[in-house]
């Protein structure tokens, strides 16, 4: 089976909060409440995996190490399996590095970018090396500001313009059932999928359809 966009919505983040010295400048991030971000990935009522953030703030640094494993299939018969890793590392409020891994049932991809004298330097497996704009950041949605820039795809590499519409204020379910009032922000255009934010704004939810058609639900834990 074949998850369709998977590369965008699968490198994971987190929300960190640094001292902010100009109030008409926001945070750069957010880190959420016990440096820990998790989500139940549904599909058609049924968990198949897991996506889970942990954050490790150092001063005015951050890492961000994110696991992402999924498993359809059929009884104890695995029809398709997913992992990702990646880790990111922010530097006195500035994005410094990002590396991820990913197996997508058997293909590996490498994506890696570092920060020089030059810019962010971008490498992947579709894209050929370049340095990214300022305000682009990884497409690992934990971070609320990437909704205001381009989007490093954390699985190919290659750099990402959706139209990006806010939609207001829904009530998005969690994982325990209850349900918690959240930003809604629709993508369109090289990305399709729909997001959310709570009034920290940590991530809270996110929906996209599979190769099949039938909608992958992300419930926070």
Known sequence: MTIARRSLIIGGGAFLLTRNLRAETPPPYIVPPGNALGFSIVRHDCEIGKHVLNFEPDGDNLTVQVAVDIAVGIGPIVLYRYTHRATEVWRGGQLFSVNTETNDDGKLYHVSAL???AGLIVEGPKAP???APEDALPATHWNRRMLDGPLINTQYGDLLHPKITP????L???ASGAAIPAHHFAFSGDATL???YDEKQSWAA???KAGDKSEIRYERI
């Open 194 to 196: 729909d997001t959310w």
């Open 206 to 208: 996110l929906t996209f």
């Open 129 to 131: 090396r370049y340095i």
């Open 172 to 174: 998005v379910p969690v």
């Open 167 to 170: 939609l207001g204020q829904d």
């Open 115 to 117: 920060r020089g004298e």
